[in-house]
C-alpha cells in the first residue's frame, strides 16, 4: 500500500466520525484540550457562544489557537473568540468522494 492510498484511507476515516458535541459545563482546561486536538487535525468544527444575550454559531477551522482565545476562519473571514465565552463544540462532518 503507497502512502496516498494509507493517507486517503486515514483521512477517510477521520471524515466519517459521528457527531460529538460537548457542552456548556466544560472547564477552560477541557475546551483547550477539545480544541488543540480540532487545531492540530484542522477539522472543520461548530463553535457555539454567547453573544449579546444570544447563541451564535460559527463553523471553520481553527488557524490559531492561545489559552484565552481562539481565532476561527469561517467561509466569510476570520472571527476572534474568548475561550470562556464557548458554550459547545462540535465536529462538523464533512463528506469526502473518493476518485476511482
Same mark, same amino acid.
Given at each position: 500500500m503507497g502512502f496516498f492510498s494509507y493517507l486517503n484511507m486515514h483521512q477517510?476515516?477521520?471524515? !466519517?466520525?459521528?457527531k460529538v458535541t460537548y457542552m456548556s459545563d466544560l472547564s477552560l482546561e477541557k475546551k483547550l484540550l477539545l480544541l488543540s486536538q480540532v487545531y492540530a487535525g484542522q477539522?472543520?468544527?461548530r463553535i457555539q457562544v454567547i453573544e449579546k444575550n444570544k447563541r451564535v454559531s460559527?463553523?471553520?477551522? !481553527?488557524p490559531s489557537l492561545t489559552k484565552d482565545f481562539i481565532l476561527i476562519k469561517t467561509t466569510t473571514g476570520h472571527i476572534n473568540l474568548?475561550?470562556?465565552d464557548?458554550?459547545?463544540i462540535e465536529l462538523v462532518e464533512e463528506v469526502l468522494y473518493e476518485s476511482a
Open positions: 477517510h476515516s477521520l471524515m !466519517i466520525q459521528t477539522l472543520r468544527t460559527y463553523t471553520g477551522t !481553527i474568548k475561550l470562556k464557548i458554550i459547545s
